[in-house]
């Protein structure tokens, strides 16, 4: 078995060598297996941080109603809110990147992003591609995205909700 390091004395698999020896009638199978186990984790990590981001705004909510009105104070909230649900794509998107990377299918950082942001988005168009054994992973980076847009969608709606009344209108 083929290893390589990661900056410290730990050994890992070389997953790409591992992928090289699989017959090449079987990898589309392959890429949307690894795609589902990757797309459960992410929508998982989705939740966690959907779950960490209502905690904060919760007590941040609370600490502007036992307050003076703040108007500011509730525009600045809700900028964050925004923010922070923005990052959370990101670090989603960088994940699949890096997932990508590690498995040998892209091996530059920055075309992984690229190639990870496309298909999160749905956009689906660039110069980056997969292999076409592989391909079949892009649907699931796709699929991923629509699932956590829309939960992040429905989270959306509550905030807006929620900053009316704050807000007053």
């Not at 078995?1 to 050994?11: E, I, L």
């Not at 960088?94 to 990870?116: E, K, N, T």
């Amino acid at each position: 078995m083929v290893f390589h390091r990661w900056g410290t004395n730990k050994r890992m698999p070389d997953l790409s060598a591992l992928l090289v020896k699989i017959p090449d009638d079987l990898k589309p199978m392959v890429a949307l297996g690894i795609g589902a186990l990757i797309l459960v984790f992410l929508v998982m990590f989705h939740g966690a941080g959907l779950h960490l981001f209502l905690v904060f705004r919760k007590r941040r909510e609370k600490r502007l109603q036992l307050a003076l009105p703040n108007l500011l104070a509730a525009m600045l909230l809700f900028g964050w809110s925004v923010l922070l649900l923005l990052a959370l794509h990101i670090v989603e998107v960088v994940m699949w990147a890096y997932s990508l990377m590690y498995l040998g299918l892209i091996a530059h950082a920055y075309d992984a992003i690229y190639y990870c942001a496309n298909a999160y988005t749905t956009l689906g168009y660039g110069t980056v591609d997969l292999e076409s054994h592989w391909r079949n992973i892009s649907p699931i980076i796709g699929i991923s995205g629509l699932f956590t847009f829309a939960w992040t969608t429905s989270v959306l709606v509550d905030v807006v909700g929620s900053h009316k009344q704050m807000i007053g209108s």
